[in-house]
């Protein structure tokens, strides 16, 4: 992640330095490098090294899931002959819970959700050269302060004492391992206030069949290793997953109120996504920014917002020192929710109180959403 504004002449001579040095300690290896999303894909020092690799985020920091696989096409398409890979993606989860997955929200069943829809984009695209998911295990990071545990980074597949591996791990097994397996989603998710739940299953045999109370369910086959089961959620029902000779066990308990300790409550947060409030048709701080945008009111309350952030980044932590491209971090930052950006803004330095948020959110709620 050299630069996020693009190369001057010096940064390129520079790269080209080192990419002949390289070859001259060793003949028998290829060059890369790891390039951040908002450099622009026609920098010239993007086409020093023998191949190249792109930090994503597409579905957690911004855009959505679908934009990953043709991010790529169209850079391969541009790019025919220089190899491409994907060198970070990921998103994070805690011990949050829900049956109604939402970018951001860090609970175990988005980030299963979004590693399946990365795996179906990324591992089919026989064109890359490699993919590396961002991160194995949860870590430390003194500066976070996200997901409800301050300090750490959970992008991992694994908790961070190595005792757990998330539904997402599985979902790499299903793909990359040749132990045969079977796999039940949503362990730690039991109480549930939903007449039906969808329950994934992870397998990386060739058909799975699911029994609720010794019912069988029926036999599901799915190339894509992920199998899907809406099982009737009344009293307590226990799930037995069969795959060949191999069986994975789980429950579901139907209760009428949510289970308060699924629901991310962040120490020291200013609001959730759950305390605003959003009419229908009409806009709120859960709405992305880019369809905040489609309106001239919109805009205005926006720019009084990026004013509040242009003079607290001007004297506070700013960017970490790196020049950003403004419009790629525009393009980029038009995928998120208000809310979601006010609260990343914190590790900036910039911060808004509850009185804010809510004020804004009022004036947001006046106004029409446009189709």
Same mark, same amino acid.
């Given at each position: 992640?050299?630069?996020?504004?693009?190369?001057?002449?010096?940064?390129?001579?520079?790269?080209?330095?080192?990419?002949?040095?390289?070859?001259? $300690?060793?003949?028998?290896?290829?060059?890369?490098?790891?390039?951040?999303?908002?450099?622009?894909?026609?920098?010239?020092?993007?086409?020093? +090294?023998?191949?190249?690799?792109?930090?994503?985020?597409?579905?957690?920091?911004?855009?959505?899931?679908?934009?990953?696989?043709?991010?790529?096409?169209?850079?391969?398409?541009?790019?025919?002959?220089?190899?491409?890979?994907?060198?970070?993606?990921?998103?994070?989860?805690?011990?949050?819970?829900?049956?109604? +997955?939402?970018?951001?929200?860090?609970?175990?069943?988005?980030?299963?959700?979004?590693?399946?829809?990365?795996?179906?984009?990324?591992?089919?695209?026989?064109?890359?050269?490699?993919?590396?998911?961002?991160?194995?295990?949860?870590?430390?990071?003194?500066?976070?302060?996200?997901? =409800?545990?301050?300090?750490?980074?959970?992008?991992?597949?694994?908790?961070?004492?190595?005792?757990?591996?998330?539904?997402?791990?599985?979902?790499?097994?299903?793909?990359?391992?040749?132990?045969?397996?079977?796999?039940?989603? =949503?362990?730690?998710?039991?109480?549930?206030?939903?007449?039906?739940?969808?329950?994934?299953?992870?397998?990386?045999?060739?058909?799975?069949?699911?029994?609720?109370?010794?019912?069988?369910?029926?036999?599901?086959?799915? +190339?894509?290793?992920?199998?899907?089961?809406?099982?009737?959620?009344?009293?307590?029902?226990? $799930?037995?997953?069969?795959?060949?000779? &191999?069986?994975?066990?789980?429950?579901?308990?139907?209760?009428?109120?949510?289970?308060?300790?699924?629901?991310?409550?962040?120490?020291?947060?200013?609001?959730?996504?759950?305390?605003?409030?959003?009419?229908?048709?009409?806009?709120?701080?859960?709405?992305?920014?880019?369809?905040?945008?489609?309106?001239?009111?919109?805009?205005?309350?926006? $720019?009084?917002?990026?004013?509040?952030?242009?003079?607290?980044?001007?004297?506070?932590?700013?960017?970490?020192?790196?020049?950003?491209?403004?419009?790629?971090?525009?393009?980029?930052?038009?995928? &998120?929710?208000?809310?979601?950006?006010?609260?990343?803004?914190?590790?900036? =330095?910039?911060?808004?109180?509850?009185?804010?948020?809510?004020?804004?959110?009022?004036?947001?709620?006046?106004?029409?959403?446009?189709?």
């Amino acid at each position: 992640e050299i630069s996020m504004q693009g190369s001057s002449d010096d940064l390129v001579d520079n790269h080209n330095v080192l990419n002949d040095l390289c070859h001259e $300690l060793d003949k028998t290896r290829l060059t890369t490098m790891a390039i951040v999303s908002m450099c622009p894909v026609d920098d010239p020092y993007i086409q020093v +090294p023998d191949t190249v690799s792109w930090n994503h985020y597409f579905g957690w920091y911004g855009g959505t899931t679908a934009d990953n696989g043709p991010w790529f096409d169209e850079f391969h398409a541009k790019y025919p002959n220089l190899p491409v890979g994907c060198s970070e993606y990921g998103c994070e989860a805690l011990n949050w819970h829900t049956s109604d +997955p939402k970018q951001g929200d860090y609970t175990e069943e988005y980030q299963a959700y979004y590693h399946e829809e990365l795996i179906k984009q990324l591992f089919t695209r026989k064109y890359m050269w490699a993919t590396h998911v961002w991160n194995m295990f949860d870590f430390g990071a003194d500066s976070r302060n996200e997901g =409800g545990e301050n300090g750490q980074n959970h992008k991992g597949l694994v908790t961070f004492d190595r005792k757990y591996k998330k539904d997402s791990f599985y979902a790499y097994k299903a793909w990359l391992s040749d132990d045969p397996f079977v796999h039940i989603c =949503g362990k730690r998710y039991v109480d549930r206030v939903e007449d039906v739940t969808k329950v994934t299953v992870y397998s990386n045999l060739p058909e799975v069949e699911l029994f609720a109370n010794g019912v069988s369910l029926g036999k599901k086959a799915s +190339p894509e290793h992920f199998f899907y089961f809406d099982v009737p959620n009344v009293g307590e029902t226990e $799930l037995v997953a069969v795959a060949g000779e &191999f069986k994975d066990e789980g429950k579901i308990r139907k209760v009428d109120t949510m289970n308060e300790d699924y629901i991310l409550k962040e120490k020291g947060a200013i609001l959730n996504w759950f305390d605003i409030d959003a009419p229908e048709g009409r806009l709120s701080l859960n709405d992305k920014m880019s369809d905040i945008m489609k309106t001239f009111r919109g805009k205005l309350i926006l $720019l009084g917002m990026f004013k509040k952030i242009k003079k607290g980044l001007s004297g506070g932590k700013g960017t970490a020192g790196f020049d950003v491209d403004k419009k790629a971090m525009m393009n980029m930052m038009s995928g &998120f929710t208000l809310l979601r950006l006010t609260g990343l803004m914190g590790m900036t =330095g910039v911060t808004f109180t509850k009185e804010e948020l809510l004020e804004m959110n009022r004036k947001l709620n006046k106004i029409k959403k446009k189709k």
